[in-house]
C-alpha cells in the first residue's frame, strides 16, 4: 500500500504542478495582415541572370563610329498576374555609370574602348535610374517590357583587349 499511496501522491503533486503552470485567465494574442492590391510578377529567371554577349574584335571596335553599337542581346520582362488595377508596366534599371560617358553603365573589367549601354526597343538609351515601359497591360493582367544590352565603342583611343563587366540593378515599377 505504501507504494500505490507515493505513486498516487506523485500523480497528485504532478496534476498540481501542471495546473499552475496552466492557470492564466486571460491573454493577448496579436494578428497582423495587409490588404493590397497586389502587383505584377516577373520571374526571378529574368530579373536575376547573367547575360553574356560575343566576343567583340579589336577590329571590330576599330572600324566602329563612336557611339555605335557594335553588340546587342534582348532583355525582355514577361511581367504576369497584374490586378485589374495597374494600367503601366516598367523595369527601372540603376546602375554605376562610366565616369566619362554617363549614358553607358560602368566597365569593372579591364578592357577600353567599349561600354554597355541599356537601351529601349527603338534603341533610345536609358539614363541610370531610368525605365523602360511595356507597350500595355493585356485584359488578362499581362505585359511585356522589350529592352536590350548594347556593347558601345567609346572613346577616341585605339581599344584595349579585355574583359567588359558591369551589372546594372532593376526594379519592377506599376502603376
Known amino acids: 500500500m505504501k507504494f500505490k499511496k507515493s505513486v498516487l501522491g506523485a500523480i497528485l503533486v504532478m ?14 494574442i496579436t494578428f497582423s495582415g495587409a490588404i493590397t492590391d497586389g502587383s505584377c510578377q516577373i520571374p526571378v529567371s529574368q530579373m536575376t541572370r ?33 490586378p485589374n488595377t495597374v494600367t503601366d508596366v516598367a ?5 554605376t555609370p562610366d565616369a566619362t560617358n554617363s549614358q553607358y553603365i560602368a566597365n569593372t573589367g579591364d578592357a577600353q574602348g567599349v561600354l554597355f549601354g541599356i537601351t529601349d526597343a527603338n534603341d533610345t538609351l536609358v539614363a541610370n535610374g531610368g525605365s523602360v515601359a511595356a507597350d500595355a497591360v493585356s485584359g488578362t493582367g499581362t505585359a511585356t517590357v522589350n529592352a536590350k544590352i548594347r556593347a558601345y565603342r567609346v572613346g ?7 574583359s567588359i563587366a558591369s551589372t546594372a540593378t532593376v526594379t519592377l515599377i506599376t502603376q
Open 15 to 28: 496534476g498540481m504542478t501542471s495546473a499552475s503552470a496552466f492557470a492564466a485567465n486571460n491573454g493577448t
Open 50 to 82: 547573367t547575360i553574356n554577349l560575343d566576343n567583340v574584335g579589336a577590329s571590330d571596335l576599330n572600324t566602329a563610329s563612336i557611339g555605335t553599337s557594335v553588340q546587342e542581346e534582348a532583355l525582355q520582362f514577361d511581367a504576369a498576374y497584374c
Open 91 to 95: 523595369v527601372q534599371f540603376d546602375f
Open 156 to 162: 577616341s583611343a585605339a581599344p584595349v583587349a579585355g
